[in-house]
């Protein structure tokens, strides 16, 4: 198997274990079932992975990266914080039963006894918090914010985000997508000293 080949059976097999981890669950995901939904051996999966631990750890970071280049993207820009904030608090919305946050979801919960996905949990976790405190950090500087800590604003409004979220990704019709909006640009704008209407 050449490189390039091994390169694209590797994000086959990623893209599969995503698929299979979001029915199954990370905890019920076995390696036989990612090697049968893919179409391989077993022996294949263990070649690129290893370990079930090393699998389920890397389809975790393989979905959760794709969230963090839509998050990159937003960051790298050109506009000014106020529109990143913005645009940051859209994209942290789940869309529904959205599959990047039954991902999360499930990859916060096995990262209770998986450590290989608790590393990657957190590194993933802090890489949002840091971008984020970093956005206002920098309206900070510019006048659009006011905000003393904005590392702990980050988490403070962070954590919101991530309690609303998992309610509104689980439970159905518990809150809806407008009540989440709303609340979320309740808690970013007391954060920041900000009327909430500037985060429409």
């Avoid at 916060?108 to 840091?130: A, G, I, N, Y």
């Amino acid at each position: 198997m050449t490189r390039r080949a091994a390169d694209v059976r590797l994000d086959s097999l990623l893209r599969t274990a995503c698929d299979v981890i979001v029915e199954r669950g990370l905890a019920n995901t076995r390696t036989a079932d990612v090697a049968q939904a893919a179409g391989v051996s077993q022996a294949l999966v263990f070649y690129h992975f290893a370990t079930k631990e090393r699998l389920l750890a890397q389809a975790f970071a393989y979905a959760a990266e794709q969230d963090l280049a839509r998050l990159d993207t937003v960051v790298r820009s050109s506009a000014p914080p106020l529109t990143k904030l913005r645009r940051m608090l859209r994209l942290y919305t789940p869309a529904g039963r959205s599959t990047p946050w039954s991902m999360w979801i499930d990859g916060w919960s096995e990262s209770l006894r998986t450590p290989e996905v608790e590393k990657v949990s957190r590194r993933l976790d802090l890489r949002w918090r840091q971008e984020l405190a970093e956005v206002i950090a920098d309206g900070v500087a510019d006048g659009t914010f006011e905000c003393a800590d904005p590392a702990g604003a980050a988490w403070r409004i962070n954590a919101v985000m991530d309690g609303l979220a998992v309610q509104l990704a689980v439970h159905d019709r518990v809150i809806s997508r407008r009540q989440f909006a709303e609340w979320i640009r309740l808690a970013t704008a007391r954060e920041l000293g900000l009327d909430p209407a500037q985060l429409d």
